[in-house]
């Protein structure tokens, strides 16, 4: 899994390298929509122990905290958790360290992420509320639960990109592959073209999805998915976020017996990080957790968003998380 995210990097840059002919003219458009969209969406910044955190409120009902994955923030937490919206919850969407509105502090680890989430919470007074970490994000929603029990009603690890025990370290990154990987995600326009001219490298790599189940798809799940991949834009302004992300999910130490919350670990067989390992071993390690593996989709779930949200809301609701 960790060996695909660092190609993906390295990768992403030689594809963009390649394209170095390709007249971008559509770029400055698609960048200044997607600052625009970023913009037109309702955020507040909350204080926490480890400076500002930016986050999103969307919906009515029990509160749920989404903890968004790789590549994303606010903006991908509202949108990923909407189902839940749909089935009666509020959600409480923030950008996690080095995410739009959310800058890197001194020590961006998973157990800061954890305590300034419940900073967060501090701050808009919710006590006790579920929830849901996906990708990547499942390490501080781990973290979370770990470290703040009494606050964490349920926990969900979505897709859990999730270091395993007994895995071999991750080997460090080569000169050339960490100058490829500041290059793409340190320009918006390199990684516009990754997107645009390799959109299948882009699927299969970003998205850990075969971009065949794509293609026999329908429209509204192909615009799903396309608008997540678009939605990494502005790529510069999620850089360090991202660069995180690729060592925290790597190199983090969770004690994940220590959890004693309700929890459900959902992935896809075919998912290309591998995360369906992850979530069967959160499931035979964290006391009494669920599991519910689905045959395919890959990382994004594809064809399968009703079954992934209705997985989800149904668990909560038998832990007695659910809306009146």
């Avoid at 594809?15 to 037109?40: I, M, N, T, W, Y």
């Avoid at 071999?168 to 645009?196: C, I, K, N, T, Y």
């Avoid at 790597?250 to 591998?274: Q, W």
């Amino acid at each position: 899994m960790i060996t695909r995210r660092r190609m993906l990097l390295f990768g992403g840059a030689l594809a963009a390298v390649a394209a170095g002919g390709f007249v971008a003219l559509g770029f400055r458009d698609e960048r200044a929509a997607a600052r625009v969209r970023l913009s037109r969406i309702d955020t507040a910044s909350a204080r926490t122990r480890h400076g500002p955190m930016e986050y999103a409120v969307a919906g009515s009902g029990p509160p749920v905290l989404m903890i968004h994955g790789s590549g994303g923030g606010f903006d991908q937490a509202l949108d990923m958790g909407r189902p839940l919206i749909d089935l009666g919850y509020a959600m409480i969407a923030p950008s996690r360290f080095g995410y739009p509105g959310t800058p890197m502090p001194g020590d961006p680890g998973h157990a800061a992420q954890a305590d300034a989430l419940a900073d967060l919470l501090d701050g808009l007074g919710i006590e006790r509320l579920a929830v849901v970490g996906g990708s990547a994000g499942a390490v501080p929603a781990i973290s979370f639960a770990i470290r703040h029990p009494d606050r964490c009603a349920a926990l969900v690890a979505l897709v859990p990109a999730v270091p395993v025990p007994g895995d071999p370290p991750m080997a460090p990154w080569s000169p050339l592959q960490e100058r490829a990987a500041h290059a793409v995600l340190g320009s918006d326009l390199l990684f516009w073209a990754v997107l645009r001219v390799a959109p299948g490298f882009a699927i299969r790599t970003l998205l850990a999805t075969d971009p065949d189940l794509l293609a026999a798809a329908g429209a509204a799940e192909r615009a799903r998915v396309q608008a997540i991949l678009d939605g990494v834009l502005p790529v510069s302004a999620r850089r360090d976020g991202l660069l995180n992300d690729a060592r925290e999910t790597g190199h983090a130490v969770l004690d994940y017996g220590a959890i004693r919350v309700p929890t459900l670990a959902l992935s896809l067989e075919d998912d290309l990080f591998g995360t369906a390992r992850g979530a069967r071993m959160l499931a035979a390690t964290v006391p009494g957790a669920e599991l519910v593996i689905l045959p395919d989709g890959g990382h994004v779930w594809v064809g399968h968003e009703a079954e992934v949200f209705g997985a989800i809301g149904s668990f909560l609701r038998r832990v007695g998380y659910g809306p009146a």
